[in-house]
């Protein structure tokens, strides 16, 4: 579906199903260069059983209007507008890697609107080499390619997909390739310049669920594992062999590790 | 790992994990017409692409899916539809993108089954078609209207080798927001990926070189996902509620594998032309070594090549290896390592010399296929076309002293026996009919 928010066209996957903004509501926020497409497998799941499935693009990605946001605290804040503009009083999140970031940060600025928080091969911090945002602001193709690289583990690297047919990688590519060039800049900008996890963390009261990838090069499973620590988790779930994009590459894997702690929360 | 794997790296391994419970190095041969559920959810949940796996070998099988997911990451596609025959794949082509009052643009120059499905058998349902000569850009961009849902065409033409320019034809396909169909048959991924050039969908079929071993038929279809099929309204088949899974947009639902899903959801569902397990293992064994054969073809048809030009039997030689082929240019800025390895030549004598050519090879088999690992012939003055007066077959762009040669990878010296012992009795033929 299509929402206006500040002003731009939005889109948000429910999952193929009909939205119901009274219904048990997951929001689903995807990482840098990403879109809804990254949570697919996870959309489909659980609209398919009953939850009320967000997935939004964020502004310049997907099929969304409007300009790249560029810090991860006016994402956060974004994101909440785009949850009154649905009438949505509060949601399970589901942040990947960025999306952790923006999970850990509209828990802290908007902490009615976060009822539970699953952060999903994500850290307290994401810094960005200089490298590789130089890549981006001026060869984001080869941006790409490099981050479609360290992103997957050994099932995207054999092309092997749950999927039938489907390809890990090259999707991968094109799907970043869709976005509005110049969204992956500054994503990766608003990651490294962003250093209140710690903070954030520390504030969040919501229960909180952590699921890491065992061979995960963007976000290692220490870093994951000191975001457990910080969010009080004790039983951080390391899904083995996979890579840093672990919601298309195990989706089985981690849709019940989600569907878990939903179902108690 | 840094990086994809390179060619031959993923012709032997993409696509397949030994499972854990056997640790099959070779991949299985599931052949199975269906798969038992865990539960009633986890059969709705495949029936709804929740999740993967498999119902009915009609819409998708494991052995199939290796073969789909290696020819994905061979070609740079994201995703892979494997089906019964390279006719079937450019069926599910057209089925995926086009409904009655839409129209396709074509090469006018290959495959003659492509043409008779786009001139005889499309039309009837409503479908049309605007033939053009595959290296003249201007006529591609001067056929695309308003209802034209894809451009068609082969990188190297068959029977005649014409080379398509598939960058510049791309370049003139994306501006009019139309995508690029390209049959990469001849090719094969070793010489060209044509997603890499500005094909937005390439189709294979894979019973000639990939296959290479000519026991099993095959098609493929691969999406290169590189296409803005949102960009308008073009393309309600992937835009617009579709019948399936709650009448979901493909589109914003699978994003740059809107078409492929189209393909299996509504070509596998609704038609079906699947590939047997038992074929899909077959070709898996043929795309293991396509990189070593395609090495080996390339290099046994500069040899032939040579040979040809310089025997006294033969009166000409075709191929756009050569600097007289009018899209010698092209061929060799799309194809450095040579475009091909179908030969075009003249028997000296024509159509009975042809004959007596083709009677008396021994090594080379006379047969109306290519791409097998053995070098084959074709005479269609006297087989194919021995009905159709010279004149006739010279306006179908044919010439009744015409041989196609397949080159194979036999040892060199031995064709060059063969081929030298047939000519020479084409030449006493000919002789005699002086």
Redesign the interface.
């Known amino acids: 579906m299509k929402v206006m928010v500040r002003g731009q066209e939005t889109f948000i996957s429910t999952g193929g199903r009909a939205f119901d903004a009274s219904g048990n509501v997951l929001l689903f926020l995807h990482g840098s260069g990403q879109s809804h497409l990254s949570f697919m497998l996870q959309g489909r799941f659980f609209a398919n059983r009953g939850w009320q499935v967000l997935t939004p693009n964020m502004p310049a990605h997907g099929l969304s209007e409007g300009a790249a946001l560029t810090s991860i605290e006016d994402m956060a804040d974004w994101v909440a507008e785009l949850l009154d503009v649905l009438n949505v009083a509060s949601a399970n999140v589901i942040g990947h890697s960025q999306g952790g970031l923006i999970g850990l940060e509209l828990a802290r600025r908007h902490s009615g609107k976060v009822k539970g928080l699953s952060q999903v091969a994500t850290a307290l911090a994401i810094p960005v080499n200089d490298a590789l945002l130089g890549m981006a602001e001026n060869k984001e193709v080869a941006a790409i390619a490099a981050m479609t690289d360290w992103g997957h583990g050994r099932d995207g690297h054999r092309h092997d997909h749950t999927m039938p047919g489907q390809d890990h990688m090259n999707y991968g590519k094109q799907l970043m390739a869709a976005n509005e060039t110049g969204a992956l800049f500054a994503d990766l900008t608003a990651c490294a310049n962003y250093a209140g996890g710690a903070d954030a963390a520390a504030a969040v009261t919501c229960p909180c669920q952590v699921i890491l990838a065992q061979k995960d090069k963007m976000t290692p499973v220490k870093f994951g594992l000191k975001m457990a620590q910080a969010l009080k988790v004790s039983d951080p779930v390391i899904i083995a062999g996979a890579g840093h994009m672990l919601p298309s590459e195990r989706p089985v894997e981690v849709n019940k590790a989600l569907r878990q702690f939903f179902e108690v929360n | ?5 390179k060619f031959n790296t ?1 012709g032997l ?5 030994p499972d854990a419970r056997f640790g099959s190095r070779a991949v299985p041969i599931h052949q199975t017409t269906s798969y038992v559920f865990q539960d009633t959810e986890h059969a ?2 495949l029936f ?7 119902i009915y070998s009609r819409i ?3 052995t ?2 290796v073969l ?3 020819l ?2 061979l070609e ?7 089906t019964s025959s390279g006719m079937a794949a450019l069926f599910l082509t057209v089925l995926g993108l086009c409904s009655a009052g839409d129209h396709i643009v074509s090469s006018s120059q290959m495959y003659g089954a492509n043409i008779n499905l786009f001139e005889h058998t499309l039309s009837r349902y409503g479908i049309s078609t605007t033939f053009v000569k595959p290296n003249d850009l201007a006529g591609f961009k001067d056929a695309i209207k308003p209802n034209t849902k894809m451009v068609f065409g082969e990188v190297i033409g068959n029977p005649g080798m014409d080379i398509m320019n598939v960058p510049e034809v791309g370049k003139i396909t994306a501006a009019a927001g139309v995508p690029l169909v390209i049959d990469a048959t001849f090719n094969t991924p070793w010489l060209f990926k044509p997603l890499e050039y500005g094909a937005n969908i390439v189709i294979h079929s894979l019973t000639k070189w990939i296959g290479g071993h000519g026991i099993a038929l095959g098609g493929a279809v691969i999406d ?3 296409f ?1 099929w ?1 960009q308008n309204d073009r393309f309600p088949t992937l835009t617009e509620p579709h019948f399936g ?2 009448g ?1 947009n493909l589109w ?6 809107a078409f ?1 899903t189209r393909v ?1 959801t509504e070509g596998m569902y609704n038609i079906g032309p699947c590939l047997s397990p038992t074929n899909a293992f077959h070709l898996i064994q043929g795309l293991e070594t396509l990189g070593l054969r395609m090495e080996r073809h390339m290099a046994n048809t500069v040899k032939m090549l040579d040979f040809l030009a310089n025997h006294e039997g033969i009166s000409w030689v075709k191929h756009p290896n050569l600097p007289d082929h009018p899209d010698h240019a092209i061929a060799k800025q799309l194809m450095p390592k040579g475009a091909g390895s179908i030969i075009a030549c003249g028997i000296k004598g024509g159509r009975d010399a042809g004959r007596a050519f083709i009677e008396n090879v021994q090594v080379a088999s006379h047969l109306a296929n290519v791409g097998d690992a053995k070098t084959l012939v074709i005479h269609p003055g006297s087989t194919t076309h021995s009905h159709i007066t010279p004149d006739a077959m010279k306006a179908a762009g044919l010439t009744d002293d015409l041989v196609r040669i397949s080159v194979g990878l036999e040892d060199f010296e031995d064709l060059a026996d063969d081929f030298n012992a047939a000519l020479r009795i084409a030449g006493k033929v000919a002789g005699a009919a002086k």
């Open positions: 790992m840094s990086g994809d794997y993923l391994h993409a696509g397949h994990t709705a949940a709804n692409m929740e999740v993967g796996g498999h998708s099988n494991p199939v899916a789909e997911q290696r994905a990451a740079g596609g994201i995703g892979c539809v494997a290169g996902g590189n803005d949102g899974f709650q979901v914003e639902e699978f994003g740059p594998a492929i299996r």
